[in-house]
Nanobody, 125 residues
């Protein structure tokens, strides 16, 4: 059974940093893009960042560009999201996702087949 498990969320003050991790198990995603999304109550899930299978390409939403960095370690089957200069509007549940189709990169939620359970990030003002 494929599982994605996020960790690293929590409470942080405005301007602080957090590093989210997403560990995959049940299959390898070394040939597949992975991404990070977030969601707040009553809103659609929002794309944040995506990384290609080998880390050679990354994409970011304008809302996080320059503050968030996505990276991956294929040996550990893990993707990371380094979040700096956090703002109260970054408060959300953060999800990682993996694509089942190899050697492509997508930014739409519909492009991802596997999802983690989410981790809460709260930024206090």
């Amino acid at each position: 059974q494929v599982q994605l498990v996020e960790s690293g969320g929590g409470l942080v003050q405005t301007g602080g940093s957090l590093r989210l991790s997403c560990a995959a198990s049940g299959r390898t995603f070394s040939n597949n893009a992975m991404g990070w999304f977030r969601q707040t109550p009553g809103k659609e899930r929002e794309f944040l960042a995506a990384i290609s299978w080998n880390g050679g390409r990354t994409y970011y939403a304008d809302s996080v560009k320059g503050r968030f960095t996505i990276s991956r370690d294929n040996a550990k089957n893990t993707v990371y999201l380094q979040m700096n200069s956090l703002k109260p509007e970054d408060t959300a549940v953060y999800y990682c996702a993996a694509d089942s189709v190899p050697f492509r990169i997508v930014i739409l939620t519909t492009g991802y087949n596997y999802w983690g359970q989410g981790t809460q990030v709260t930024v206090s003002s």
